[in-house]
Structure formats: structure tokens, C-alpha cells
């Protein structure tokens, strides 16, 4: 059974960097897209920020030059650092591991970390 595990939520005034953590156990398939996405009181899950297996990343507007994706595959973790932190950026936010193939693609997700932003 695959389990992603998060860690390094928590609260932080605004301004302020926060950096996440995900990491993978147990067999799991083949990684291809690694990200993050977060989800708001009464709002959409959205997506923050995306690195494909060759190291190519996106970002959504709103946290572009603030945030910043990696990942390290041989322990099949994903970062995402974010600084200038703002209290629009307060959410719940979740790891996604997608593997296999774009007809057949499947997905890991992390538990999700809370991420709170004061003013």
C-alpha cells in the first residue's frame, strides 16, 4: 500500500516562508507529474504548482515568484517552498503523485497539511 506523507504546515504571519515535504512509501509506480494543490474553507481544490519527471514546473498566478516546486526522485519526495507568504495562501494543501499513462493515468494524494497565513 502507498502512503504520501506531508509535513511542514503550521502557521506563519504574513510575509513568512513555510516549506513542504511529501514523500512516498511503500511500491509505488513509476512518478511521472509530482505537485501540490491546496483547498480554501468554501472553495475549489486548485492547483498551486506542478513539476513533470524531467524537472519542467508550473505555477498558478497567484503564487508565481513566490513559491517554488523540486522534487528528488530517488526518494521520491516533493518540496514546495514558498516565501512572501500571504493570507490568501491559507488552505489545506495536498501532494499528487500521477503515474501511468495519459489514457490511463492514476493518482497517489497526500493527507493534506494545513497551511494558515495570519495578518
Known amino acids: 500500500q502507498v502512503h504520501l506523507v506531508e509535513s511542514g504546515g503550521g502557521l506563519v504571519q504574513a510575509g513568512g516562508s513555510l516549506r513542504l515535504s511529501c514523500a512516498a512509501s511503500?511500491?509505488?509506480?513509476?512518478?511521472?507529474?509530482m505537485g501540490w494543490y491546496r483547498q480554501a474553507p468554501r472553495k475549489q481544490r486548485e492547483l498551486v504548482a506542478i513539476?513533470?519527471?524531467?524537472?519542467?514546473?508550473n505555477y498558478a498566478d497567484s503564487v508565481e515568484g513566490r513559491f517554488t516546486i523540486s522534487r528528488d526522485n530517488a526518494k521520491n519526495t516533493v518540496y514546495l517552498q514558498m516565501n512572501s507568504l500571504k493570507p490568501e495562501d491559507t488552505a489545506v494543501y495536498y501532494c499528487n503523485f500521477r503515474y501511468g499513462s495519459s489514457d490511463f493515468p492514476g493518482d497517489y494524494w497526500g493527507q493534506g497539511t494545513q497551511v494558515t497565513v495570519s495578518s
Open positions: 511503500g511500491s509505488i509506480f513509476t512518478i511521472n507529474n
Open positions: 513539476i513533470s519527471s524531467s524537472g519542467t514546473t
